[in-house]
């Protein structure tokens, strides 16, 4: 059983598009993350939803936008892609976020994003 | 602001060899937790170990083992008689009370071991 999985794994399309990216976590955490890896590898974090309540939102261009429908769930919606959007996005869920450090996130397997 | 600095991009060894992956971290805050992930060639990345910052314990776990030194803001990995299988890339990672669920990554390390 996949804990955390995300659809699809590999992106291509071209600029100006709009493209959704999946997030399904299986582990009963009430925590979610979007993290963007870059091309030297470099891991920041983009969004983080506790119990579907947006509690982290680093600055990401709005064309950026994150949906979680319910717990088990955050999607990423990306509105007139960039070339500089190409990138390895990853989610990630932990136990509840409470005012104090995280528990540990555990990573799903990744979306290559190519934007042409 | 918290900081993790991994200093070494690549190391690179021959299988058996022990070798240590160095992070250094910066935090104003007498809370936080540090941790350690792989990221194999396949591209996921998986959770190694987490440690808090009231708990300066090593810790060893088979081949792996971790020294977490407060006085030098340093949480080191150390891999034992090392395997191709141990090639990925290691980032080291962590996480303030003061931000939340906030992981600040360094900047990885790409550890290959050649047979």
């Known amino acids: 059983d996949t804990a955390v999985s995300q659809t699809p794994k590999y992106l291509v399309t071209q600029m100006g598009n709009d493209k959704s990216i999946k997030c399904e976590q299986n582990l009963g955490h009430d925590t979610m993350y979007w993290y963007k890896q870059d091309s030297k590898k470099f891991l920041k974090i983009m969004f983080s939803?506790?119990?579907?309540?947006?509690?982290i939102n680093e600055t990401v261009p709005n064309r950026f936008s994150p949906k979680s429908p319910d717990k088990a769930h955050l999607n990423l919606h990306i509105n007139s892609l960039e070339l500089g959007d190409s990138a390895v996005y990853f989610c990630?869920?932990?136990?509840?976020?409470?005012?104090?450090?995280?528990?540990?996130?555990?990573f799903g397997p990744g979306t290559r994003l190519t934007v042409l | 602001a918290q900081k993790v600095t991994q200093a070494q991009t690549e190391i690179s060894v021959v299988e058996k060899e022990d070798v240590t992956l160095d992070c250094v971290y910066e935090?104003?805050?007498?809370?936080?937790?540090l941790f350690w992930y792989k990221q194999p060639p396949s591209g996921e990345l998986v959770f190694l170990i987490r440690?808090?910052?009231?708990?300066?314990q090593n810790e060893i776990s088979g081949r792996y083992s971790w020294n977490f030194q407060k006085s030098t803001s340093s949480f080191n990995f150390t891999i034992t008689a090392s395997q191709v299988v141990d090639s990925a890339v290691y980032f080291c990672a962590l996480s303030e009370e003061t931000s939340g669920s906030r992981l600040t990554f360094g900047e990885g390390t790409q550890l290959t071991v050649n047979p």
């Open positions: 440690r808090n910052s009231f708990d300066e």
């Open positions: 935090t104003r805050d007498t809370t936080y937790y």
């Open positions: 990630a869920s932990s136990r509840q976020a409470s005012a104090g450090p995280t528990d540990t996130q555990y």
């Open positions: 939803y506790n119990n579907k309540e947006l509690i």
